[in-house]
């Protein structure tokens, strides 16, 4: 899918995720576990594994429901990462968690909390990512990694959203046409393709016209480490804080009612929805409403060092919802390997 390059375009290419150790994961929380109540919090780290299966195993150790598990989101399967898990509990003690029989899983840590893991109850996540077999110019590279460090890069959903060769997003045009029944949990992310789909698409016309990371006239503004939202827009200081980053332009996530823009805003973003009238009716139809995300996303503490074989290591921190892959596509092309993981996260 090809969404408009911020910064001029990529400067080569490299492989990534060529082993799992290149693509590491630490999830924050916005609170530390109390350390008492029936829900036993278990910060894990897994190698190689679906999230879904890790959250089933934990369940069949612990000889409790698979649903009495959660998690506060899904992590890459192709790569080494760190989240917690929840597993209601109620009146009965933890196993030994330390002996879970898993050699690509392991408990690092547990703590009981007296309110359940909701799903986006994260903070946000810190990343060390190694890109290896750098092919680029390095001069064009530097300049790159510095602009995105500071200027940020467009908060585009990542490619994983829209499924192998997007057939998420197909599925979801199937749905809407009343050509395929699924689950609750298929239905979620077929939905999720189509509205991120959507939002791609208002986010790259305004990077074409300039305006991603830009006030303008009829804006509602976000900020950047949560989901609150400025409607308010008359402050004279205001088209300094975008500048200065802490404040962002907002985008439509297509549902029911009117985007909360106003003026040229609002005349693009009904233009675009108007060319794609199967996703927009689709959507408002199953019952979403309009909602707002921030265009423009700046990898915090972002640094970088070059490593004897060409490889590029890359560490940032960014909020919850937000991809990696976005940080990257800027820089560089990457080349996956196939690893047979086709799955939506």
Known sequence: MAWAFAHGGQAGSCLFKSKCEDFRV?????????????HSFLLVEKKGENTD????????YAGVQRQSVSYAGRKD?????????????????????????LTSVKVLKQARHRKKLRTGALKGNRFEITLRKVMA?????????????????????????FGFGGRNLNRALALFDGKLRVNRNKRSIYLSAARSWLFNRIISERVINGSWDQFQFGDVLGFCDSNSL??????????ER???????????????????????????????????????NGLEHA?????????????????????????????????????ATSVLRELLDCRELDTNDHTAV
């Open 137 to 161: 110019d390095r001069g064009m590279l530097e300049a790159l990694l510095t602009k995105v460090s500071h200027a940020g890069v467009p908060n585009y959903y990542g490619e994983q959203r």
């Open 287 to 323: 019952g979403l409403k309009q909602e707002r995300r921030i265009t423009r996303l700046i990898p915090e503490n972002m640094i970088w060092n070059w490593q004897e074989d060409d490889s590029l290591q890359l560490n940032f921190y960014l909020p919850k919802g937000c991809f």
């Open 230 to 239: 400025i409607f308010d827009t008359s402050d004279s200081g205001i088209t």
């Open 242 to 280: 975008v500048e200065s980053g802490d404040l962002s332009p907002t985008a439509a996530l297509w549902g029911r009612g009117e985007p909360a823009v106003t003026e040229q805003i609002l005349a693009l973003e009904k233009e675009l929805a108007a060319k794609v009238p199967s996703l927009c």
């Open 77 to 101: 399967r192709q790569g080494v990462t760190r989240q917690w898990f929840c597993v209601t509990l109620p009146g009965l003690a933890d196993p030994d968690w330390s002996a879970l029989p």
């Open 26 to 38: 630490d999830e924050e929380l916005p609170f530390e576990p109390e350390g008492e109540g029936e």
């Open 53 to 60: 299966w890790v959250a089933g195993q934990l369940a069949d």
